[in-house]
């Protein structure tokens, strides 16, 4: 069982930046593979990034390469999604989830545990 608290959203402007973090309770968090998944308005949840248990392999999503980084500290049970160049399209609720496995899910089916979600709003 692994629970997940995101936090660090907020409301920025259009080309500021942000870090969200998501804590993670449990003693085996460097067994797991993290995602971020983003849910705008009207819209379905979406894969954002992904970091697999060492921190040593990363995936994202095209709308993002290259603006946002997806890190881990083991040590801390947390994971972080720095967010840069932040776009009005940005805007979404932000979740992070959890996996057992040894790779980095993209897709949402591949993930069991899930955080509450964190809001960003940036403004054009």
């Known amino acids: 069982q692994v629970q997940l608290v995101e936090s660090g959203g907020g409301l920025v402007q259009a080309g500021g930046s942000l870090r969200l973090s998501c804590a993670a309770s449990?003693?085996?968090?460097?067994?797991?593979?993290m995602g971020w998944f983003r849910q705008p308005p009207g819209k379905d949840r979406e894969f954002v990034a992904a970091?697999?248990?060492?921190?040593?392999?990363?995936d994202y999503a095209d709308s993002v390469k290259g603006r946002f980084a997806i890190s881990r500290d083991n040590a801390k049970s947390t994971v972080y999604l720095q967010m840069n160049s932040l776009k009005a399209e940005d805007t979404a609720v932000y979740y992070c989830?959890?996996?057992?496995?040894?790779?980095?899910?993209?897709?949402?089916?591949?993930?069991?545990?899930w955080g509450q979600g964190t809001q960003v709003t940036v403004s054009s």
């Open positions: 970091i697999d248990w060492s921190g040593s392999s990363t």
């Open positions: 449990g003693r085996t968090f460097n067994e797991y593979a």
């Open positions: 989830a959890a996996a057992r496995v040894p790779y980095t899910p993209p897709a949402r089916s591949g993930y069991r545990y």
